[in-house]
């Protein structure tokens, strides 16, 4: 059964920073792209940013410079650290993992609210 279980989220200030965390398990980390999505309230979810097995990344315009996306395949976990906060920054977070052919995975999110 695979499982991706986000951490990290919580309130914080605009201009604050927060480090989210999933911890992936039931697959083969390694070998699967990861990602990192956002959904805010009447919008639809969109890429945040994702990395290669390899270690290529790719952001989204909007955080380029802000957030930074990393894996750790030793502890089957992805990081997404995000600096600078701002109150359109405010989602729920999801986790993401794809592999051509063995499918697309999804955690159950993790809000990031930013508010003074």
């Known amino acids: 059964q695979v499982q991706l279980v986000e951490s990290g989220g919580g309130l914080v200030q605009p201009g604050g920073s927060l480090r989210l965390s999933c911890a992936a398990s039931?697959?083969?980390?390694?070998?699967?792209?990861m990602g990192w999505y956002r959904q805010a309230p009447g919008k639809q979810r969109e890429l945040v940013a994702d990395?290669?097995?390899?270690?290529?990344?790719n952001y989204v315009d909007s955080v380029k410079g802000r957030f930074a996306i990393s894996r750790d395949n030793a502890k089957n976990t992805v990081y997404l650290q995000i600096s600078s906060l701002k109150p359109e920054d405010t989602a729920v977070y999801y986790c993401?993992?794809?592999?051509?052919?063995?499918?697309?995975?999804w955690g159950q999110g993790t809000q990031v609210t930013v508010s003074s």
């Open positions: 990395i290669s097995n390899g270690g290529s990344t």
């Open positions: 993401n993992a794809r592999r051509i052919r063995y499918g697309t995975y």
């Open positions: 039931g697959i083969i980390f390694s070998n699967y792209v």
